[in-house]
């Protein structure tokens, strides 16, 4: 045993006192710069103290906004205080990347509702039944929260969230309210007018954070994740400063601290500094922008994937006056592709204006940029240009549609 490779790692020295909280997924006790997001969700839900029904919630925001830690620490507190008073309450978390039919959502809550039951097999009106069965049964307000409610199919997120708020008008006791999470803030305007209506809910739009606002956030995670003393302070100020300048991204910040530290760790250094920092970052940036690629909605996977296949062998543009602009891509050719990538991968192609946002939606998060033709091309245009490496966006992309 004394040549068993872990023993290395077993007896090795480490910066950390406790990794898992500075993991991105970790939500701390204090959410620093969110007490008004707080203070709204905790209003809007507050109904249920008194057993009545909680208001439907949507939230926005680009990634690393804090969306998903606000909306867990307010629920775990409600849900705790709820069971402390026997109130009624029945929260339900769900990422939407892993249940994106109406059918999947049902059926993994009637699942929870009846755990020694199997209901493989049942169809969708026995499913819906046997929901409402139970709410009505146990006098529930429940309570869905569903993250990346965009990766939900185009052609079912109306169907499921029509029915979920609807689901009311069944219940003469109990209710169910719905947490909507989302990266995309075009999401919402492309619901059909019924459910927009159905919904009467809350809205709010968490803001990126500043260079100022992530120290602080990093000199918090840094406190309970790292032995004292051991990260510089300008390691913290290099993590911030790069995050901020990306996208005010809470999650890339931590992240560069955490590959940091374990590079720290594989040198068996003793300190973390912005040199290690540095180093980590090229790593994280490419682990960012995989993460950004799958977390897209499908309509916006399937117009960068077009930039994509037209990127292969971009033609250019010759200029009236001769010269010749490399790399460079027309929007109505890219609109062509992204139509027949939508039909081959059964989704409805959105029109021109959808497209043009989708268009505008991409630059906002780095993935191209974009010019008016101008004089001496022309026409008048929009000219794209694709800001990441296309390969490796189209392998993630194609993976992902066709697994």
């Known amino acids: 045993m004394a040549d068993n490779i872990f023993y290395e790692f077993l007896n090795q020295d480490s910066v950390f006192i406790d990794k ?30 008194k057993s009545q029904k909680p208001h439907n919630v949507f939230i926005y925001g680009k990634v690393g906004t804090g969306k998903t830690s ?28 892993n249940y994106q039919t109406k059918y999947a959502v049902l059926f993994y809550c009637v699942q929870l509702f009846y755990p020694d039951k199997n209901f493989i097999g049942y169809s969708r009106s026995f499913i819906y039944d046997k929901f409402l069965t139970f709410i009505k049964d146990n ?8 993250d990346e409610i965009d990766k939900i199919k185009d052609k079912e997120i109306d169907d499921i969230i029509y029915t979920l708020t609807r689901s009311n008008d069944e219940l003469l006791v109990g209710s169910v309210s719905m947490i909507g999470i989302s990266n995309n803030l075009f999401f919402k305007s492309r619901l059909d007018p019924r459910t927009k209506s159905s919904l009467c ?28 003393g051991v990260v510089t302070s300008s390691a913290i100020n290099s993590a911030a400063a790069f995050a901020a300048k990306e996208s005010g991204d809470a999650r890339t910040a931590v992240m560069f601290l955490l590959k940091a530290g374990e590079i720290s760790d594989r040198d068996k250094l ?30 916006l996977q399937l117009v960068l994937l077009a930039i994509t296949h037209k990127s292969d062998n971009p033609k250019g543009i010759l200029k009236i006056d001769g010269s010749f602009e490399e790399n460079v891509l027309y929007s109505g050719e890219i609109y062509e592709m992204y139509s027949l990538l939508a039909e081959k991968y059964d989704e409805k192609p959105v029109s021109m204006r959808w497209f043009r946002e989708y268009i505008t939606e991409l630059e906002t998060y780095g993935f191209i940029t974009t010019m008016q033709s101008g004089k001496g091309v022309k026409g008048n245009t929009t000219l794209i240009k694709l800001g990441v490496d296309s390969k490796t966006i189209q392998n993630l992309l194609l993976k992902e549609f066709e697994a």
């Open 70 to 97: 606000v909306v867990r620490h307010v629920v775990n507190q409600l849900d705790q205080i709820s069971i402390e008073n026997k109130f009624p309450l029945y929260p339900v978390y769900l990422n939407c990347r």
């Open 139 to 146: 006098k529930l307000n429940f309570l869905i929260i569903l």
């Open 20 to 49: 898992n909280k500075i993991s991105p997924h970790y939500t701390p006790d204090k959410l620093p710069f969110r007490d008004d997001q707080i203070k709204d969700l905790s209003m809007w839900l507050s109904p249920a103290l």
């Open 270 to 299: 003793k300190q973390v500094t912005d040199v290690e920092v540095l180093k980590a970052k090229e790593k994280v940036e490419q682990e960012v922008i995989k993460s950004m690629v799958l977390t897209l909605p499908v309509q």
């Open 201 to 228: 809910e809350q809205e709010a739009v968490y803001p990126p954070y500043n260079a100022q606002e992530l120290r602080e956030i990093l000199t918090q995670r840094v406190n309970v994740a790292f032995k004292p």
